[in-house]
């Protein structure tokens, strides 16, 4: 099968890279993550680019929510709601294991 289909691609990395840079240039944060990519399209996944993108979290895959990102207008990567908590949260069904930015929500642990 020769398809186009891009499977078994796990962002994680990214996401937590991008996580950890909250507070930097968006500059250096972008030419740091864009040079060990394949493509640039994962960044904006959690990097809204307008206004109207913002989320307080994205959803990546089924169970896996990450925080929201966005640039301010001084070029500084900014979390959309610096407050959000896993421990705050509800997970939708009780057959799968809930997490935001890695952190289970939903099960006493």
């Known amino acids: 099968m020769r398809g186009k289909a891009r499977r078994g691609l ?27 990519l394949d493509r640039p399209d994962p960044i904006f996944w959690l990097v809204a680019r307008h206004e ?16 929201g990102l966005f640039v301010d207008e001084d070029g500084i990567l900014r979390l959309v709601n610096p407050g959000l908590r896993a421990e705050d949260l509800m997970p939708d069904c009780s057959c799968c294991t809930h997490t935001l930015n890695g952190v289970r929500f939903g099960t006493k642990t």
Not at 28 to 33: F, T
Not at 55 to 62: I, K, L, T
């Open 10 to 36: 796990d962002y994680t990395p990214l996401f937590r890279f991008l996580l950890s840079r909250a507070g930097a240039t968006w500059d250096s944060v972008y030419s740091e993550a864009i040079g060990r």
């Open 52 to 67: 109207s993108e913002r989320r307080d979290m994205v959803r990546v895959g089924e169970s896996t929510w990450f925080s």
